[in-house]
């Protein structure tokens, strides 16, 4: 039996990023990234793999044929809450909000339940836990255990296996499980999303036979506009549009022609519950200071 992995998709569109966002330029092009949807739906069939998509709902509202496609061809479909605005911005009623609405959103765009979520840009937002046991929610992949990366993220966890919520935060709901990331042993920097176009696919695939090695399951991460050709954008950093489009493509399949099962979070979140309700409490997932 081969090692499983989990090809995660955080869909959001070219526009609601962070860098588009902050930028000086815009686009007239709407809907960029959502070719990138179709090329995973067509990709993933073609090497018989699954995969969680974590959806921006407002994308489900404005192009919900283009969601319930993901749906349809058997995604898990999960949330990257309603406008990808950083939860770490926002009181504790908007993040709530945030997190119950997409909810609603997506369980009426594609008429099926909704168990996990993911934050924007890995940020956590005030009281998220409770928000999202509150909400009905199973699982959240919001932590990653990267190095501190001054500015962006890190430095904060050394979780690297599924887990109870309650190992990340003692205050959360019980029942709420974590899945968190996958980041190189020993670099500890993410084995996608920036990192994979910067170091190439070898590297990703080096990263996860070595958590396989292990008994980790790599869970790896892409962005629909990371598959497509950008517009250009005055203002948009160079690294995000570095290696988009073709380059990311052929990556993507590179790593699907791996032997690996490709599934999705909610399959190895259940599985984790399943197997050991209390994985890793003991071994702590805060990093000490000198870890850092
Ligand atoms: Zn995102």
């Known amino acids: 039996m081969s090692d499983r992995a989990v090809l995660s998709v955080d869909f959001e569109l070219f526009s609601q990023t962070p860098a588009y966002r902050n930028a000086a330029g815009e686009t007239t092009k709407t809907g960029v990234g959502l070719a990138g949807g179709e090329f995973l739906r067509e990709t993933l069939a ?6 969680t998509c974590f959806v921006v709902s407002a994308v489900a509202e404005a192009f919900p044929d283009a969601v319930a496609a993901l749906a349809d061809t058997g995604f898990e479909i999960a949330s990257h809450t309603h406008t990808h605005r950083h939860l770490s911005e926002l009181s504790a009623a908007d993040c709530r909000e945030e997190i119950t609405r ?23 937002g005030p009281n998220q836990f409770a928000a999202l046991s509150d909400a009905g929610y199973r699982y959240d992949s919001s932590v990653v255990p990267s190095r501190a990366i001054p500015g962006w993220y890190g430095g ?27 980041v190189m042993p020993g670099l ?14 070898r590297y990703t695939v080096l990263g996860m036979r070595l ?21 250009a954008v005055e203002g948009v950093p160079k690294r995000v549009y570095y290696r988009t489009g073709v380059w990311m493509r052929r990556a993507v399949e590179r790593i699907l022609d791996q032997p690996f099962e490709f599934t999705t979070a909610g399959a190895v979140v259940a599985d984790a519950v399943a197997t050991d309700p209390a994985a890793e409490t003991a071994s702590g997932a805060r990093e000490s200071p000198e870890g850092r």
Not at 46 to 51: G, M
Not at 103 to 124: N, Y
Not at 188 to 201: A, E, N
């Open 188 to 201: 500890r920097l993410p084995l996608t999303g920036t990192w994979i176009r910067f170091f190439g696919p």
């Open 46 to 51: 073609a090497h018989d793999a699954t995969a």
């Open 211 to 231: 958590l396989a090695r292990r008994g980790i399951t790599p869970i790896l991460y892409v962005h629909p506009w990371e598959l497509v050709d950008l517009p």
């Open 102 to 124: 997409s909810k609603a959103v997506l369980e009426r765009v594609t008429d099926e339940p909704v168990s996990g979520f993911r934050a924007p840009s890995f940020e956590f």
């Open 156 to 182: 904060e966890f050394g979780l690297h296996r599924p887990a109870p919520a309650t190992v990340v935060d003692p205050a959360a709901p019980t029942g709420l499980a974590e899945l968190p990331v996958s």
